[in-house]
Structures are given as structure tokens and as C-alpha cells.
């Protein structure tokens, strides 16, 4: 009885299948920069307030120079009357920034 020592060899794979296997990889490796923030040229959604609101309905994005005027809650008053309480859209993309402006009724300031 004779044994044979040939080594074995791993069965070779097709071309095909290591073209689509690296660009699957090639796939993975850019996913990532798809989540990446990408620039706008809007402001995001304005802040929120305690004791305001926007007046009117918010669009979905603004420009910049356009603003928003708010408006006190039910319940509560301008801290100063007749000042004008609104943000702006700047160059930036940023609001322009915007104290709370109203109290509850009844409080003094």
C-alpha cells in the first residue's frame, strides 16, 4: 500500500465573484460618508420658546434675510410692549439670536 503526500489546494474562486465581493467592500467604505452633515444654503428650524410662538405656519426652510416674527402665548405678555420679537436668517445659515420676550401675566419683570 503506497500513501500519496500531495498537498491539497484550496479550490480557486471565480474572477466574477472577487469583482463583485471588492466592490461590495468598496460599498461599505463609503457608506459611512453618505451620513456625513452635508452644507445648506437655509437657516435649520428656528429655536423654540417657553412663552412664544411663531406667527403664522413655519415654512420648511428659510433664506437668508428672511425672518420670523413670534408672538406670546396665551397667558403670558410682552416683557417690553411693542417690541418687535423675531429672528433672522443670516449669511451664516444661523438665527440671529432671540431672548425669551414675553412673561406669564401677572409677573412683574
Known amino acids: 500500500m503506497r500513501a500519496s503526500c500531495t498537498p491539497l489546494k484550496a479550490p480557486l474562486r471565480r474572477p466574477e465573484r472577487l469583482a463583485s465581493s471588492g466592490r461590495f467592500a468598496w460599498v461599505l467604505l463609503l457608506a459611512p460618508l453618505l451620513l456625513l452633515p452635508t452644507s445648506s444654503d437655509a437657516c435649520d ?19 437668508p434675510g428672511e425672518q420670523i416674527v413670534y408672538e ?3 397667558g403670558f ?32 419683570p
Open 72 to 74: 406670546c402665548h396665551l
Open 77 to 108: 405678555q410682552p416683557v417690553t410692549p411693542g417690541q418687535v420679537l423675531a429672528l433672522v436668517c443670516q449669511d451664516n445659515n444661523t438665527w440671529s439670536s432671540l431672548q425669551e420676550g414675553c412673561k406669564k401675566d401677572g409677573v412683574l
Open 45 to 63: 428650524d428656528p429655536p423654540r420658546f417657553v412663552s412664544m410662538k411663531p406667527q403664522g405656519t413655519l415654512k420648511p426652510s428659510y433664506s
